[in-house]
Structure formats: C-alpha cells, structure tokens
C-alpha cells in the first residue's frame, strides 16, 4: 500500500538547509562561540603561551621564528614582483600608493589565515591523548590555533603602517576600520578552524589537500596582481572566491584609504557569520 506524504512533511535536508540560510541560527551560533571563548579564556592564554614556548624551545631564536617565517615570506613575494618583474603602480586616484604596499596589504591578511587551516585540520587527532585522558573540551583547541597566528598578524599588519609611514609620512584614515577588519578575520578563520578540524576526524587526507590549497591560493587571491590583469576566462574563479573578499577588506584599509570594496565588506561579514 502506497503510503501518502503530507504536504507539511519536512523534505530531507529541508532543516540543515533552513538553518543555513537562517540569519538568527547563525547570530546564536556566534554568540554561543563567544560565551565559550569566554568561559575558557584562561586555559586559551595558557595553552597558546604553552604552545608557542614549547614549539621553539631549544632554538637559538626561541619564538622569534613564528614571525619570522612570514616576514621572510612577505619579503621574498615583494622581491619577485616588485623587484625582478619590476611592476609599478601607484601615485594616481584608482591606486593610491606603490606596488610594495598592494601586495603587504593582502599578504597580512593571508599569511596569518593560511597556517590556521593546515594546523587546525590536525588539532584534534594530533591530541588525541589529552582529549582521552582528560575532562577536556576539543573545540579549545582551533581557537588555540586561532590565537596563536593573532601573532603573526599583528606584526604583519604593523610591517604594512610602518612601511606606509616612512613612505607617505601619514597612514589612511580607514586605519581605523582595522579593528574591524580583525574581527571579520578572526571569526572566519575561527569558524574554518573548527569545521576543518571535525573533519579532520574522520578524513584524514583533508590536511594534504588544505595544505596544497592554502599555498597556491595566494597566487588565486587578488594578493600579488590586480584583479584587471587577469584574462576575463579566470576572473570568475577570484571574484567566486569569498576569501578574496576578506583581502579586498584589508586593501581597502590598508592600501586604498576609502572602502573601495563596499560589497566585499558584506560578503566577508556573511562569510564570517
């Protein structure tokens, strides 16, 4: 016998997608992840300060390589194509400032967000003996990801107004939208965290496959080029990309001084929601 279904019957995947879509799951979401990062701040301080000690301990210059493998990469992109490729712009209205400034503007945002998603897709299983021998909460450990690279990024994003200080003698007036474009970062970068890290439990190839994908992508990202010099066939694939709305955000306060990108600013705070 041929069972009827009720117009009223939920479609399967019907509830998963309503709560995608859903503005206020979304809102509650982000306020539960505060209240957590809120209650377990003290053991976030501790595991962060742990982690970075621990993880340069016995080298001569101790903690100094978390910022210097960053720096030494925003070096070497700024020598290959400011330097050899001899690009230049800058000086007009559309580009306001030189071709060393573009590139540090996207490469703060980046090299500080890319170490997040390689080392959070193995903060659960690479602890796997702290989760089992003790009352402990596995979502601690990609906000200690998290924090940990909040390092990097303030040294890098003070490289870009030092440089731009020294340079211009003045900084833009949209540094003060910086504060703004941190919390948009670190809650997209808190939110790949964790989902890369539950997936990670159970596909353990994630890892290889987000450590390829967060090395090439600075070459994909609006990064080291202008989004006008790529062939019209591949720009699809930059502006489809929601992380190139997070860089347009820091270019914008960084490079340009005026909010260029009015719809990148709301894509990156749907894409951090």
């Known amino acids: 016998m041929t069972q009827s279904v009720s117009a009223a019957s939920p479609v399967p995947g019907t509830r998963a997608l309503r709560s995608f879509v859903s503005v206020p799951a979304h809102v509650q979401a982000l306020r539960e992840a505060l209240a957590f990062i809120v209650i377990n701040r003290r053991l976030l301080y501790a595991m962060t300060r742990r982690e ?155 890892k290889d496959f987000v450590v390829l994908a967060a090395t090439g992508m600075v070459y994909v990202l609006p990064v080291v080029y202008l989004p006008a010099w790529v062939p019209a066939l591949f720009k699809p694939i930059i502006y489809l990309n929601p992380f190139s709305s997070l860089i347009w955000v820091y270019q914008d306060v960084l490079y340009f001084g005026r909010i260029e990108h009015p719809l990148a600013w709301i894509v990156a705070l749907m894409f951090a929601l």
């Open 52 to 206: 970075i000690t621990s993880r340069y301990a016995g080298q001569a210059l101790g903690a100094m390589w978390a910022i210097g493998h960053p720096l030494f990469q925003m070096g070497l992109l700024v020598f290959v194509f400011g330097v050899v490729f001899q690009q230049r712009i800058g000086g007009t209205h559309e580009l306001p400032r030189d071709y060393t400034i573009y590139i540090l503007s996207g490469l703060s945002a980046w090299l500080s967000f890319s170490p997040i998603l390689s080392t959070a897709t193995t903060s659960i299983t690479g602890n796997a003996n702290l989760i089992k021998q003790f009352t402990f909460d596995a979502r601690v450990l990609p906000v200690k990801d998290v924090a940990i690279n909040a390092i990097v990024w303030l040294v890098s994003v003070s490289l870009v107004a030092f440089y731009t200080l020294v340079r211009d003698q003045s900084l833009p007036w949209t540094y003060v939208l910086l504060p703004v474009a941190g919390i948009l970062h670190a809650l997209t970068a808190l939110g790949c965290a964790w989902a890369l890290a539950a997936i990670g439990v159970f596909f353990r190839d994630i």
